[in-house]
């Protein structure tokens, strides 16, 4: 992620129709737990299950947990860091996977659309590569998987399982065969726009610099042409980091429900990247008539948490910018390059000095999501290694993930609700969307995309 403060203008039109929000047994539950851990029969009904006997560490570790959004990827190629290695600053390893009982990642392949102009493509093909080469040394903790079947048999075989998303649209060159071929790789979700507006999509990281050109609907006819492609492969489709408008307009096109995989909520935290009520409840109908609707996993990212740090990060921004841009030209006058573990370091410097918010106000936006768009619809997307260690107090690892089902059950939360937060509620959206696609499949074929090469004269 990128912490730029900006405000945005809310939607402009309500998106809601009526669809029934029925309750739906968490297949998942059949899962096994962590080496550690006793496994529940698959005939086991957990909804009748006296949850008041179970601890939230026995909860917790009964789960499968799925995590939608980290950052690591970049770790992993620039800085030749391996998951066995101890975390060192960062947030991620296996012994804190292991520790936390984190089933499941998405790794976000995330291309700095500044830094790697002219090159998308290979970086996010490098980025790729780095999640494969993570798996490859460590074939017998981890295991690579494109499905939600795929999780779950990881799981069973008592291995994290790691997955893929692109965060920016930018990184296919505004080519749908390139699409398909991330697909074909293993990339299972996309966020629309990083911060970054690209050539069919806005992003409510620019959407109010009038000095970039964004589209008049939200998504151009190719951007609609990339969800609808994106619906058709059974890539989940995310709207964390899209402008309002962009937001909205994808929930007309799409046919599959959606996901936010990194986002908070703005009533709680008013910054551009969370979701108004108005949207949580949106993306909770996402989806066709039939659909169970979509999730919105909540960032840990403090600045997204709380108003008081939110806002001391606005302040602070201009000194944070004009910090990086002198380290930029010193590096450029020297001949070095300026990468983007650079900048962090100086964004950290910064931010290091914001007080944390506490735990309880991560909850907050939780028990927030799951009170207005239902507990359906709430999960979670850490952006682990994405924020620069800027996590709420006591959460700096998944060795940390049972303090948040400890404090989710102190606020009366369900062992089986608890376990949809941590990661069925996600694997549903997963499958559907993989249904969604088989559907779509059986009545088109796969279009060549006849408006490219890209023409930014179409908007
Ligand atoms: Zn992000």
Redesign the pocket.
Known sequence: ?QSHAQSTVPGPFRYTFPKPMTARVVSTLLLFASPLLISQTPSANTSKMPSKTQSPAEVHRSALVIDT?ADTPQRFLDEHFDLADPRNGGNLNLDSIHKGNLGAEFFSIWVDPRHYKGQYARRTLELIDSVKQQVARHPDQIQFVASPEGIEEAHRNHKFAALMGI?GGHSIENSIPLLRQYYALGVRYM?LT?SNSNDWADSSGDINDTTIPHTKEGLTEFGKDVVYEMNRLGMMVDI??VSDRTFYRTLVITRAPIIAS?SGARALCNAPRNMTDDMLLAVARSGGPNSKGGVVQVNFFSGFVSQAYWDALKAVQPEIDKAIAEAKDKAKAEGREFKFPDEEKIQRSYLDRIPRPPLSMLIDHIDHIAKVAGVDHVGLGS?FD?VYGQLPEGLDSPADLPKITAALMARGYSADDCRKILGGNLLRVFREVEQVAKELQAKDRPRITDKQPFDKAQK
């Open positions: 992620m959004h965060e966020t990083w964390s980091h990194h952006d994405g």
